[in-house]
């Protein structure tokens, strides 16, 4: 009997062109389906005729390909509700946090817009005592400066009229507000009013547009009041 040597070296040829392209997928840790059978395909093209491939060998491949194929429906599956959850959950949160507009926040800001009235802040403070709070103008001027006394660390409130040191009304605009207590600085909070509840996507989730403030993350809300 002749054996054509061109098609079996030819066939060994494709065998190892497919073994390659497999073999560089499966480093890259992105071997799929398609992947598995072309190997599978370019072993039964290249078998000895006169030496077959085992029935339980091929047996075993195949369920090895179904196995794979299972595996990735599944991922697919899991991903597929992953993001319907995360959705559901997202969609609660922001018709849940709705129970907020025209509710007072306390939110962190070291700025603010004054628009008349009072405003009510807070510093979150390390330990009791005395601290500073200064109120500065859109030119990083002073135009207030009020001692209030901390019992306790953490958030101590402190409201500002709207007047200089020299008791004159200020006009409206930009502000921004400091605390300390000497060479220890305070973060500081601004009281608004929630004006809308939004979505600003994966990074940022559910936000609140708070009057004054702008838009705040949910999650930075500090108190309800």
């Known amino acids: 009997m002749t054996i054509n040597t061109a098609n079996t070296l030819g066939s060994a040829n494709n065998a190892a062109s497919a073994a390659s392209q497999v073999g560089s997928a499966a480093k890259a840790g992105s071997m799929s389906q398609a992947d598995f059978l072309k190997l599978m395909t370019a072993q039964l093209q290249s078998q000895d005729p006169t030496h077959p491939v085992d029935n339980t ?32 959950l997202q969609t609660s949160q922001v018709l849940g946090s709705s129970n907020l507009v025209n509710r007072e926040v306390m939110v962190p800001t070291a700025t603010l817009q004054y628009a008349g009235g009072s405003v009510t802040g807070a510093a979150n403070v390390t330990a009791p005592g005395t601290m500073a709070v200064n109120v500065l103008d859109a030119s990083g001027n002073v135009v207030r400066t009020m001692a209030v006394d901390a019992t306790s660390s953490g958030l101590t409130q402190f409201s500002w009229d709207g007047k200089d040191n020299a008791g004159n009304q200020l006009p409206s605009g930009n502000y921004s507000i400091a605390a300390a207590n000497g060479d220890t600085s305070f973060d500081t909070y601004v009281a608004g009013k929630v004006t809308a509840v939004g979505y600003g996507g994966s990074t940022v989730g559910t936000y609140l547009q708070v009057a004054g403030v702008g838009g705040v993350a949910l999650s930075q809300v500090a108190q309800i009041l």
């Open 57 to 88: 060998q091929f047996v075993s491949q195949m369920a090895q390909f179904s196995q794979l194929q299972s595996t990735q429906d599944m991922v697919s599956s899991v991903q597929t509700l992953n993001s319907t959850v995360n959705g559901a």
